[in-house]
């Protein structure tokens, strides 16, 4: 029996059909006993310069076969010629998230990989939507998920961030912070380096303000917030350090003195991981019921449909869902392209 995993096309008016396509294509090589499945709509899929999957066969979920199917659960496909951020592009890609998470609750599939979406346009739909992330949280009925960013330089260095706040403006991020969610960020980078294998669960974490706080007179948030919650859960047995002044601590991670960093928030932590690996880094959502991972790009409506987008970040999201659900299910097939 073949492992399933899913892949959503995200919003077809961007590049998720084509770095999905191309993704797909290297992915089914190197994994040639996984079912693939996209869901999302045929002729998208198919548009991309003649870069086809053919035959594409029907996927069963209790009988999945290896290779790359499609699934549309909504029937009718999309017109063909929607403009950049449409808003039945924006609904389609919903749709498809939503199925996507529901099959995987299911058991159906065994991780979902989630193309690039924009979120002017689904909000545009009258959806009340921050992000993926947060979506999916919502839906699993989860409030404990943390964003992991992950990724690697050509020469195999690797940065792994976990944030403690995710789509918030900078005047909000010091009132969102509490000691139970760096806790939890914490929690969760550590739960990531062992299930990704890695030897040790080394957690560094970032203060919030410049010189992590310089004793206080620049901000408090390290002593009454931070420092507290890496007391927590050094006492519960976490290899945690920190607070560190963020402006060396990812200098520090990148030459490998731990294995996971905890950032307060967005840019403090994405801003050195796209330095490192802009155009190989992974989303991954931390605390879901399933496994769920994504490329660190958006739609990049300038570049679509002139066959120019990178799908590297699209192919390193799926060997990261298909190394976590190998190592979920290790009595289907073997790792061959391991990604730690």
Same mark, same amino acid.
């Given at each position: 029996?073949?492992?399933?995993?899913?892949?959503?096309?995200?919003?077809?008016?961007?590049?998720?059909?084509?770095?999905?396509?191309?993704?797909?294509?290297?992915?089914?090589?190197?994994?040639?006993?996984?079912?693939?499945?996209?869901?999302?709509?045929?002729?998208?899929?198919?548009?991309?310069?003649?870069?086809?999957?053919?035959?594409?066969?029907?996927?069963?979920?209790?009988?999945?076969?290896?290779?790359?199917?499609?699934?549309?659960?909504?029937?009718?496909?999309?017109?063909?010629?929607?403009?950049?951020?449409?808003?039945?592009?924006?609904?389609?890609?919903?749709?498809?998230?939503?199925?996507?998470?529901?099959?995987?609750?299911?058991?159906?599939?065994?991780?979902?990989?989630?193309?690039?979406?924009?979120?002017?346009?689904?909000?545009?739909?009258?959806?009340?939507?921050?992000?993926?992330?947060?979506?999916?949280?919502?839906?699993?009925?989860?409030?404990?998920? %943390?964003?992991?960013?992950?990724?690697?330089?050509?020469?195999?260095?690797?940065?792994?961030?976990?944030?403690?706040?995710?789509?918030?403006? %900078?005047?909000?991020?010091?009132?969102?912070?509490?000691?139970?969610?760096?806790?939890?960020?914490?929690?969760?980078?550590?739960?990531?380096?062992?299930?990704?294998?890695?030897?040790?669960?080394?957690?560094?974490?970032?203060?919030?303000?410049?010189?992590?706080?310089?004793?206080?007179?620049?901000?408090?948030?390290?002593?009454?917030?931070?420092?507290?919650?890496?007391?927590?859960?050094?006492?519960?047995?976490?290899?945690?350090?920190?607070?560190?002044?963020?402006?060396?601590?990812?200098?520090?991670?990148?030459?490998?003195?731990?294995?996971?960093?905890?950032?307060?928030?967005?840019?403090?932590?994405?801003?050195?991981?796209?330095?490192?690996?802009?155009?190989?880094?992974?989303?991954?959502?931390?605390?879901?019921?399933?496994?769920?991972?994504?490329?660190?790009?958006?739609?990049?409506?300038?570049?679509?449909?002139?066959?120019?987008?990178?799908?590297?970040?699209?192919?390193?999201?799926?060997?990261?869902?298909?190394?976590?659900?190998?190592?979920?299910?290790?009595?289907?097939?073997?790792?061959?392209?391991?990604?730690?």
């Amino acid at each position: 029996m073949s492992l399933s995993i899913g892949v959503t096309l995200g919003d077809v008016t961007g590049i998720g059909p084509e770095v999905t396509v191309k993704a797909l294509t290297q992915a089914a090589i190197e994994a040639p006993d996984i079912a693939f499945v996209v869901l999302g709509d045929r002729a998208w899929l198919n548009r991309n310069r003649g870069q086809k999957f053919d035959p594409l066969p029907t996927w069963e979920p209790r009988n999945p076969r290896p290779g790359v199917a499609i699934l549309d659960p909504r029937g009718t496909g999309l017109p063909t010629d929607l403009r950049p951020g449409a808003v039945p592009a924006a609904r389609a890609a919903l749709d498809w998230l939503r199925e996507g998470a529901n099959r995987c609750l299911r058991g159906e599939l065994a991780a979902l990989v989630t193309g690039p979406v924009c979120k002017e346009s689904i909000m545009a739909t009258g959806e009340a939507f921050v992000g993926q992330t947060e979506f999916l949280s919502a839906l699993t009925g989860t409030d404990r998920a %943390i964003m992991m960013l992950l990724g690697t330089d050509e020469r195999g260095r690797w940065l792994r961030v976990a944030l403690a706040t995710t789509h918030l403006p %900078i005047s909000g991020v010091a009132a969102a912070l509490s000691q139970a969610r760096v806790e939890l960020a914490i929690e969760r980078a550590a739960e990531a380096c062992r299930d990704l294998g890695l030897p040790r669960a080394r957690v560094a974490v970032c203060g919030l303000n410049p010189h992590a706080g310089e004793g206080g007179r620049f901000g408090t948030e390290e002593i009454t917030v931070i420092r507290p919650a890496v007391v927590a859960a050094r006492g519960r047995g976490a290899d945690v350090s920190g607070p560190w002044p963020a402006d060396t601590l990812f200098h520090q991670a990148y030459r490998g003195e731990c294995d996971a960093v905890v950032a307060m928030y967005h840019d403090q932590g994405l801003a050195p991981l796209k330095m490192v690996a802009f155009d190989s880094g992974v989303n991954w959502t931390l605390g879901l019921p399933f496994i769920r991972t994504s490329p660190d790009h958006g739609t990049a409506y300038e570049i679509a449909g002139k066959n120019r987008a990178n799908p590297s970040s699209m192919l390193a999201a799926i060997r990261l869902a298909l190394t976590l659900a190998r190592r979920r299910r290790p009595d289907i097939g073997s790792d061959r392209k391991s990604v730690v």
